[in-house]
Protein backbone atom coordinates (compact mmCIF):
# COMPACT_ATOMS: atom_id res chain seq x y z
CA UNK A 1 0.00 0.00 0.00
CA UNK A 2 1.16 3.61 -0.50
CA UNK A 3 1.37 6.29 1.84
CA UNK A 4 1.79 10.10 1.57
CA UNK A 5 3.53 12.17 4.41
CA UNK A 6 3.10 15.75 4.56
CA UNK A 7 2.48 18.59 7.46
CA UNK A 8 2.52 21.66 8.64
CA UNK A 9 0.20 23.31 5.84
CA UNK A 10 0.12 25.80 8.16
CA UNK A 11 -3.46 26.91 5.66
CA UNK A 12 -3.50 31.10 6.24
CA UNK A 13 -0.16 31.59 6.59
CA UNK A 14 1.36 34.93 5.26
CA UNK A 15 4.65 35.33 4.50
CA UNK A 16 5.38 39.52 5.87
CA UNK A 17 2.73 41.19 4.68
CA UNK A 18 1.66 38.76 1.73
CA UNK A 19 -0.48 36.21 1.51
CA UNK A 20 0.33 32.84 0.44
CA UNK A 21 -3.57 31.25 0.16
CA UNK A 22 -2.97 31.49 -3.87
CA UNK A 23 0.46 28.70 -3.43
CA UNK A 24 -1.37 26.84 -0.83
CA UNK A 25 -4.17 26.82 -2.80
CA UNK A 26 -2.04 25.35 -5.94
CA UNK A 27 -0.25 22.88 -3.30
CA UNK A 28 -3.51 21.39 -2.76
CA UNK A 29 -4.35 20.83 -6.86
CA UNK A 30 -0.92 19.53 -7.14
CA UNK A 31 -1.27 17.77 -4.19
CA UNK A 32 -4.74 16.04 -5.20
CA UNK A 33 -2.99 15.50 -8.42
CA UNK A 34 0.28 13.65 -6.96
CA UNK A 35 -2.43 10.94 -4.87
CA UNK A 36 -3.56 9.92 -7.99
CA UNK A 37 -0.50 9.12 -9.97
CA UNK A 38 1.48 7.72 -7.26
CA UNK A 39 -2.30 5.61 -6.47
CA UNK A 40 -2.05 6.90 -2.89
CA UNK A 41 -4.30 4.62 -0.59
CA UNK A 42 -3.64 7.14 2.56
CA UNK A 43 -2.96 10.78 3.33
CA UNK A 44 -1.25 11.25 6.36
CA UNK A 45 -1.14 15.05 7.84
CA UNK A 46 1.09 15.12 10.79
CA UNK A 47 -0.22 18.31 12.19
CA UNK A 48 -0.41 22.39 12.04
CA UNK A 49 -3.41 22.34 9.41
CA UNK A 50 -4.15 25.73 9.98
CA UNK A 51 -1.87 28.23 11.14
CA UNK A 52 -3.99 29.84 13.84
CA UNK A 53 -6.33 28.36 16.52
CA UNK A 54 -9.12 30.29 14.45
CA UNK A 55 -8.09 29.88 10.58
CA UNK A 56 -9.27 32.19 8.06
CA UNK A 57 -12.37 31.07 6.23
CA UNK A 58 -10.75 30.52 3.10
CA UNK A 59 -8.24 28.18 4.70
CA UNK A 60 -11.38 26.57 6.11
CA UNK A 61 -12.67 25.96 2.80
CA UNK A 62 -9.03 24.95 1.54
CA UNK A 63 -8.93 22.34 3.92
CA UNK A 64 -12.74 20.89 3.34
CA UNK A 65 -11.58 20.96 -0.31
CA UNK A 66 -8.61 18.46 0.69
CA UNK A 67 -10.74 16.20 2.86
CA UNK A 68 -13.93 16.04 -0.07
CA UNK A 69 -11.60 15.36 -2.83
CA UNK A 70 -9.75 12.25 -0.84
CA UNK A 71 -13.21 10.74 -0.23
CA UNK A 72 -14.53 11.29 -3.37
CA UNK A 73 -11.37 9.64 -4.85
CA UNK A 74 -11.98 6.84 -2.18
CA UNK A 75 -8.49 7.63 0.06
CA UNK A 76 -8.29 7.40 3.76
CA UNK A 77 -6.72 10.53 5.40
CA UNK A 78 -5.64 11.08 9.22
CA UNK A 79 -4.77 14.18 10.05
CA UNK A 80 -3.87 15.58 13.62
CA UNK A 81 -4.00 18.92 15.64
CA UNK A 82 -0.62 20.59 15.69
CA UNK A 83 0.41 23.69 18.13
CA UNK A 84 -0.55 26.12 16.11
CA UNK A 85 -4.34 24.64 15.86
CA UNK A 86 -7.03 24.73 17.80
CA UNK A 87 -7.10 21.54 18.84
CA UNK A 88 -11.09 21.01 20.03
CA UNK A 89 -11.89 23.19 16.41
CA UNK A 90 -10.06 20.29 14.24
CA UNK A 91 -11.08 17.70 16.47
CA UNK A 92 -14.95 19.15 16.73
CA UNK A 93 -16.40 16.12 14.21
CA UNK A 94 -13.92 13.89 15.42
CA UNK A 95 -15.79 9.90 14.74
CA UNK A 96 -18.01 11.63 13.14
CA UNK A 97 -15.98 11.39 9.73
CA UNK A 98 -14.64 7.81 10.36
CA UNK A 99 -17.18 6.58 8.33
CA UNK A 100 -16.14 7.54 5.39
CA UNK A 101 -12.45 7.08 6.65
CA UNK A 102 -11.57 10.44 7.91
CA UNK A 103 -10.17 10.52 11.11
CA UNK A 104 -9.06 14.19 12.13
CA UNK A 105 -7.72 13.91 15.99
CA UNK A 106 -6.92 16.99 18.20
CA UNK A 107 -5.76 16.84 22.31
CA UNK A 108 -6.00 14.23 24.47
CA UNK A 109 -9.23 13.13 23.86
CA UNK A 110 -7.81 9.69 22.18
CA UNK A 111 -4.61 9.94 22.60
CA UNK A 112 -3.00 6.72 21.89
CA UNK A 113 -5.88 4.85 20.95
CA UNK A 114 -5.37 2.45 17.49
CA UNK A 115 -6.96 2.67 14.50
CA UNK A 116 -7.04 -0.30 12.55
CA UNK A 117 -7.28 0.30 8.09
CA UNK A 118 -8.42 -2.32 5.56
CA UNK A 119 -6.73 -2.32 2.69
CA UNK A 120 -6.19 -4.58 -0.09
CA UNK A 121 -2.97 -6.06 0.97
CA UNK A 122 -3.95 -6.38 4.95
CA UNK A 123 -5.07 -3.66 7.95
CA UNK A 124 -2.49 -0.93 8.63
CA UNK A 125 -2.93 -0.04 12.36
CA UNK A 126 -2.84 3.70 13.07
CA UNK A 127 -2.09 5.73 15.95
CA UNK A 128 -2.69 9.36 15.66
CA UNK A 129 -0.92 11.48 18.21
CA UNK A 130 -1.77 15.19 18.09
CA UNK A 131 0.21 18.02 19.98
CA UNK A 132 -0.19 17.38 23.97
CA UNK A 133 0.59 20.44 25.55
CA UNK A 134 1.70 19.34 28.95
CA UNK A 135 -0.62 21.71 30.88
CA UNK A 136 -3.66 20.87 28.79
CA UNK A 137 -4.05 17.78 30.39
CA UNK A 138 -7.07 16.07 30.93
CA UNK A 139 -7.82 15.29 34.15
CA UNK A 140 -7.28 11.61 34.10
CA UNK A 141 -3.61 12.44 32.94
CA UNK A 142 -2.73 14.58 35.34
CA UNK A 143 -4.26 12.21 38.10
CA UNK A 144 -2.10 9.35 36.49
CA UNK A 145 1.35 11.47 36.32
CA UNK A 146 0.11 12.36 40.52
CA UNK A 147 -0.21 8.81 41.08
CA UNK A 148 3.34 7.99 39.62
CA UNK A 149 4.63 11.00 41.34
CA UNK A 150 6.25 12.31 37.39
CA UNK A 151 6.89 15.59 35.88
CA UNK A 152 4.25 16.25 33.10
CA UNK A 153 6.44 17.13 30.35
CA UNK A 154 6.21 17.29 26.18
CA UNK A 155 8.17 13.89 26.63
CA UNK A 156 6.83 11.90 29.43
CA UNK A 157 2.99 12.70 27.73
CA UNK A 158 4.29 11.71 24.65
CA UNK A 159 5.40 8.46 25.90
CA UNK A 160 2.65 7.46 28.06
CA UNK A 161 0.22 8.18 24.63
CA UNK A 162 2.99 5.67 22.88
CA UNK A 163 2.92 3.54 25.47
CA UNK A 164 -0.64 2.83 25.54
CA UNK A 165 -0.51 2.39 21.81
CA UNK A 166 2.70 0.10 21.82
CA UNK A 167 0.26 -2.13 24.55
CA UNK A 168 -2.33 -2.22 22.62
CA UNK A 169 -0.61 -3.07 18.91
CA UNK A 170 1.00 -5.78 21.00
CA UNK A 171 -2.57 -7.46 22.63
CA UNK A 172 -3.53 -7.32 18.68
CA UNK A 173 -0.78 -8.95 17.28
CA UNK A 174 -0.09 -5.81 15.05
CA UNK A 175 2.02 -6.67 11.95
CA UNK A 176 2.24 -3.32 10.26
CA UNK A 177 2.16 -0.34 11.89
CA UNK A 178 2.16 4.15 11.29
CA UNK A 179 2.08 6.20 14.27
CA UNK A 180 2.07 10.15 13.45
CA UNK A 181 3.44 12.99 15.76
CA UNK A 182 3.42 16.57 16.31
CA UNK A 183 6.39 16.98 18.68
CA UNK A 184 10.04 18.26 18.72
CA UNK A 185 12.57 15.16 18.33
CA UNK A 186 15.81 16.70 19.97
CA UNK A 187 18.56 16.80 17.66
CA UNK A 188 16.75 17.97 14.55
CA UNK A 189 17.07 20.76 12.67
CA UNK A 190 14.77 24.03 12.93
CA UNK A 191 14.23 27.03 10.84
CA UNK A 192 13.53 30.72 11.55
CA UNK A 193 9.48 30.09 11.41
CA UNK A 194 8.46 27.00 14.18
CA UNK A 195 6.85 28.38 16.90
CA UNK A 196 8.68 27.41 20.12
CA UNK A 197 6.58 24.82 22.34
CA UNK A 198 7.77 25.94 25.45
CA UNK A 199 11.13 28.26 26.63
CA UNK A 200 14.48 26.00 27.72
CA UNK A 201 14.50 23.36 25.47
CA UNK A 202 12.15 21.33 27.73
CA UNK A 203 9.62 20.81 24.84
CA UNK A 204 12.63 18.08 23.01
CA UNK A 205 11.90 14.44 23.37
CA UNK A 206 13.87 11.92 22.91
CA UNK A 207 14.34 9.77 19.46
CA UNK A 208 13.59 7.16 21.15
CA UNK A 209 10.08 7.70 22.30
CA UNK A 210 9.39 6.55 18.54
CA UNK A 211 10.31 3.17 18.77
CA UNK A 212 8.12 0.48 17.80
CA UNK A 213 6.49 1.65 14.74
CA UNK A 214 6.80 0.79 11.05
CA UNK A 215 7.15 4.47 10.18
CA UNK A 216 6.85 7.69 12.28
CA UNK A 217 5.61 10.22 10.50
CA UNK A 218 6.54 13.96 11.99
CA UNK A 219 5.66 16.91 12.00
CA UNK A 220 6.32 20.57 13.22
CA UNK A 221 9.97 21.21 12.03
CA UNK A 222 9.65 22.76 8.54
CA UNK A 223 12.72 21.37 7.83
CA UNK A 224 12.97 17.91 5.54
CA UNK A 225 14.81 15.58 7.46
CA UNK A 226 15.60 11.57 9.19
CA UNK A 227 15.85 11.21 12.63
CA UNK A 228 18.41 9.08 13.13
CA UNK A 229 19.73 6.39 10.60
CA UNK A 230 16.16 4.84 9.21
CA UNK A 231 14.60 6.12 6.55
CA UNK A 232 11.31 5.46 8.73
CA UNK A 233 11.27 8.06 11.12
CA UNK A 234 10.53 11.49 9.50
CA UNK A 235 9.62 15.07 9.18
CA UNK A 236 7.89 15.56 5.53
CA UNK A 237 8.87 19.19 6.48
CA UNK A 238 6.45 22.70 4.65
CA UNK A 239 5.29 22.02 1.59
CA UNK A 240 6.05 26.10 0.85
CA UNK A 241 8.72 28.49 2.74
CA UNK A 242 7.39 29.91 5.29
CA UNK A 243 10.57 31.69 6.27
CA UNK A 244 13.53 33.38 4.48
CA UNK A 245 15.55 30.29 6.17
CA UNK A 246 13.68 27.51 4.66
CA UNK A 247 15.70 27.80 1.30
CA UNK A 248 16.04 23.92 0.94
CA UNK A 249 13.42 22.43 -1.14
CA UNK A 250 10.25 21.11 -0.60
CA UNK A 251 8.80 18.24 -0.61
CA UNK A 252 6.12 15.57 0.47
CA UNK A 253 7.24 11.94 1.58
CA UNK A 254 5.51 8.71 -0.23
CA UNK A 255 5.70 5.43 1.48
CA UNK A 256 5.61 1.81 -0.23
CA UNK A 257 4.66 -0.36 2.90
CA UNK A 258 4.44 -4.16 2.62
CA UNK A 259 2.08 -6.23 4.24
CA UNK A 260 5.28 -7.35 6.62
CA UNK A 261 5.73 -3.62 7.24
CA UNK A 262 8.48 -3.45 5.50
CA UNK A 263 8.80 0.45 3.48
CA UNK A 264 10.14 1.60 0.65
CA UNK A 265 10.24 5.11 1.13
CA UNK A 266 11.19 8.44 -1.15
CA UNK A 267 10.45 12.19 -1.39
CA UNK A 268 8.68 13.50 -3.97
CA UNK A 269 9.93 17.41 -4.66
CA UNK A 270 6.97 20.12 -4.54
CA UNK A 271 7.32 22.14 -7.81
CA UNK A 272 4.36 24.81 -6.72
CA UNK A 273 5.00 27.91 -4.50
CA UNK A 274 7.58 30.90 -4.51
CA UNK A 275 11.36 30.01 -3.30
CA UNK A 276 12.84 32.80 -0.82
CA UNK A 277 15.90 34.76 -1.48
CA UNK A 278 18.35 36.85 1.08
CA UNK A 279 20.21 39.55 -0.51
CA UNK A 280 22.78 41.38 1.48
CA UNK A 281 24.50 44.52 -0.07
CA UNK A 282 24.69 48.41 -0.57
CA UNK A 283 21.83 49.79 -2.67
CA UNK A 284 23.90 50.03 -5.92
CA UNK A 285 25.24 46.93 -5.71
CA UNK A 286 21.64 45.44 -5.32
CA UNK A 287 20.54 47.22 -8.34
CA UNK A 288 23.18 46.36 -10.27
CA UNK A 289 21.89 44.72 -13.38
CA UNK A 290 23.94 41.50 -12.79
CA UNK A 291 22.83 41.22 -9.25
CA UNK A 292 20.95 38.17 -8.05
CA UNK A 293 19.39 36.70 -10.69
CA UNK A 294 18.67 33.62 -8.93
CA UNK A 295 16.99 35.98 -6.58
CA UNK A 296 14.72 38.28 -9.04
CA UNK A 297 11.59 35.80 -9.19
CA UNK A 298 11.62 34.81 -5.34
CA UNK A 299 10.06 36.17 -2.47
CA UNK A 300 12.90 38.68 -1.27
CA UNK A 301 14.85 40.22 2.20
CA UNK A 302 16.73 43.07 1.33
CA UNK A 303 19.90 43.78 3.90
CA UNK A 304 21.41 47.05 3.31
CA UNK A 305 24.41 47.68 4.48
CA UNK A 306 24.72 51.58 2.97
CA UNK A 307 26.44 54.04 5.56
CA UNK A 308 23.42 55.53 5.55
CA UNK A 309 19.63 55.26 5.70
CA UNK A 310 18.68 54.77 2.15
CA UNK A 311 15.35 56.12 1.75
CA UNK A 312 12.67 54.52 -0.70
CA UNK A 313 14.65 51.40 -0.76
CA UNK A 314 12.00 49.12 -0.99
CA UNK A 315 10.16 50.75 -3.69
CA UNK A 316 13.27 51.25 -5.63
CA UNK A 317 14.60 47.44 -5.09
CA UNK A 318 11.05 46.59 -6.23
CA UNK A 319 11.81 47.44 -9.65
CA UNK A 320 14.76 44.74 -9.92
CA UNK A 321 13.12 42.29 -7.10
CA UNK A 322 8.84 42.73 -7.64
CA UNK A 323 8.03 39.97 -5.09
CA UNK A 324 10.37 42.23 -2.40
CA UNK A 325 8.96 41.67 1.20
CA UNK A 326 11.19 42.94 3.83
CA UNK A 327 14.12 45.57 4.04
CA UNK A 328 16.40 45.63 6.91
CA UNK A 329 18.96 48.44 7.08
CA UNK A 330 22.06 47.30 8.48
CA UNK A 331 24.14 50.49 8.14
CA UNK A 332 27.34 50.00 7.90
CA UNK A 333 29.03 50.54 11.10
CA UNK A 334 26.22 49.85 12.98
CA UNK A 335 25.55 47.05 15.16
CA UNK A 336 21.83 47.10 15.24
CA UNK A 337 19.79 46.57 12.26
CA UNK A 338 16.54 48.55 11.14
CA UNK A 339 13.55 47.12 10.11
CA UNK A 340 13.35 43.04 9.59
CA UNK A 341 11.36 39.64 10.47
CA UNK A 342 13.76 38.37 11.64
CA UNK A 343 13.42 38.06 15.77
CA UNK A 344 16.92 37.74 16.31
CA UNK A 345 16.80 41.64 14.80
CA UNK A 346 13.56 42.56 16.32
CA UNK A 347 15.20 42.13 20.13
CA UNK A 348 17.99 44.68 19.64
CA UNK A 349 15.85 47.25 18.21
CA UNK A 350 15.12 50.45 19.69
CA UNK A 351 11.71 52.51 19.74
CA UNK A 352 12.70 54.11 16.20
CA UNK A 353 14.02 51.33 14.69
CA UNK A 354 10.48 49.13 15.07
CA UNK A 355 8.26 52.95 14.13
CA UNK A 356 10.05 53.06 10.66
CA UNK A 357 9.60 49.16 10.54
CA UNK A 358 6.20 49.26 10.93
CA UNK A 359 6.17 52.25 8.58
CA UNK A 360 7.80 50.62 5.85
CA UNK A 361 5.59 47.40 6.23
CA UNK A 362 2.25 49.17 6.63
CA UNK A 363 2.51 51.70 3.69
CA UNK A 364 5.07 49.73 1.54
CA UNK A 365 7.54 52.76 1.11
CA UNK A 366 10.47 54.81 3.66
CA UNK A 367 10.12 57.62 5.83
CA UNK A 368 11.43 60.52 4.00
CA UNK A 369 14.06 62.72 5.69
CA UNK A 370 11.55 64.64 6.81
CA UNK A 371 9.28 62.43 8.33
CA UNK A 372 12.19 60.26 10.18
CA UNK A 373 13.29 63.92 11.30
CA UNK A 374 9.95 64.38 12.87
CA UNK A 375 9.40 61.15 14.23
CA UNK A 376 12.96 61.27 15.96
CA UNK A 377 11.98 64.04 17.67
CA UNK A 378 8.74 62.73 18.87
CA UNK A 379 10.55 59.57 20.54
CA UNK A 380 13.08 61.71 21.97
CA UNK A 381 10.53 63.93 23.51
CA UNK A 382 8.33 60.68 24.46
CA UNK A 383 11.01 59.14 25.88
CA UNK A 384 12.78 61.69 27.68
CA UNK A 385 9.30 62.01 29.49
CA UNK A 386 8.27 64.64 32.11
CA UNK A 387 11.78 65.63 33.47
CA UNK A 388 12.66 66.01 29.69
CA UNK A 389 9.86 69.05 29.37
CA UNK A 390 7.57 66.64 27.09
Known amino acids: MKILHTSD?????????????????AFVEWLLATIDTHGIELLVVAGDLYDRSIPPTESV??????LQAAAARGVAVVAIAGNHDGADRVAAHDGLTDAARI???GGYERAGEVIRLEFADGPLDVVAVPFLDPQAALP???????????????????????DTARAALAEVGSVRSLAIVHAFVAGSSVSDSERQLTVGGTDRVGAELLDGFSYVALGHLHTPQ????????????????????ETAPKSVVIIDM???????????????????ASITGTIEELLAPDAHPEAIGCY????LTDATYVTDAKSRLSVR???????VMALSGSTVALGGDDPSVQERRSPLEEATGFWSAVVETDLTPLQLEALTAVLDAVLAGPEGGA
Not at 258 to 276: I, K, L
Not at 300 to 303: D, E, G, K, L, Y
Request: aromatic share 8%; net charge positive.
Open 300 to 303: VRAT
Open 9 to 25: LHLGRSLGSVSLHAHQE
Open 226 to 245: VIGDTATIRYSGTPLPYSFS
Open 258 to 276: APDGSCSVVTEPVPVGRRV
Open 61 to 66: ALWRRV
Open 321 to 327: YPHIIDV
Open 103 to 105: YVR
Open 140 to 162: EWKAAFEERDEARTHASVLGAAL
